[in-house]
T-cell receptor, first 118, second 113 residues
């Protein structure tokens, strides 16, 4: 079974600095999708960034980028120029590529709580 | 667009009471999900639906029932609430493709005394 591990329960960063959140996963599949979701204090989860495993190029969304290392099964999130509004819980998630059965489901990590210090 | 709307936002129940959580989405999504979020346990899938009239069990379905009579609505029922069901419940929806992102509601804080 697939698993997702976020080894950093809590992280902190100074405003305007860069921070990297770690995520590793375990799978026997060759094709899959990876996601980072943000959960601010308002509770509503929103997608930050996603990566298709078949793409070698790392995904980027404005100040957010990933370091996807397929062989190492690592999917870290880098937040550049951190802002106070980035303070939130960040969840890493995995989904298999086959759109049937269990592969419809996302496998979630336990989250990393990010604090941004002014 | 309202997106995904959950009602109610907060609820307190006594053990043994029943209730229904309502999730409504206005994006014409095929897939809908119910999750619960507990400290230290992340998000766990309760039930999900891949289309109107269909439902399936997730990781932790016991004690819950669901129905999807209309495409835009996904109901989560607790027939006899237990303290172990104290949690924050999230509804989410998405299009059919596997790389599609989930759209989440803002959650329901449920306490069972």
């Amino acid at each position: 079974a697939q698993t997702v591990t976020q080894s950093q329960p809590e992280m902190s960063v100074q405003e305007a600095e860069t921070v990297t959140l770690s995520c590793t996963y375990d799978t026997s599949e060759s094709d899959y999708y990876l996601f980072w979701y943000k959960q601010p204090p308002s509770r509503q989860m929103i997608l930050v960034i996603r990566q298709e495993a078949y793409k070698q190029q790392n995904a980027t969304e404005n100040r957010f980028s990933v370091n996807f290392q397929k062989a190492a099964k690592s999917f870290s999130l880098k937040i550049s120029d951190s802002q106070l509004g980035d303070a939130a819980m960040y969840f890493c998630a995995y989904r298999g590529s086959q759109n049937a059965g269990n592969n419809r489901k996302l496998i979630w990590g336990l989250g990393t709580s990010l604090a941004v210090n002014p | 667009n309202a997106g995904v709307t959950q009602t109610p936002k907060f609820r307190v129940l006594k053990t043994g009471q029943s209730m229904t959580l309502l999730c409504a989405q206005d994006m014409n999504h095929e897939y809908m999900y119910w999750y619960r979020q507990d400290p230290g346990m992340g998000l766990r899938l309760i039930h999900y639906s891949v289309g109107e009239g269909t439902t399936a069990k997730g990781e932790v379905p016991d004690g819950y029932n669901v129905s999807r009579l209309k495409k835009q609505n996904f109901l989560l029922g607790l027939e006899s609430a237990a303290p172990s069901q104290t949690s924050v419940y999230f509804c989410a929806s998405s299009y059919r493709r596997t790389n599609e992102k989930l759209f989440f509601g803002s959650g329901t804080q449920l306490s069972v005394l």
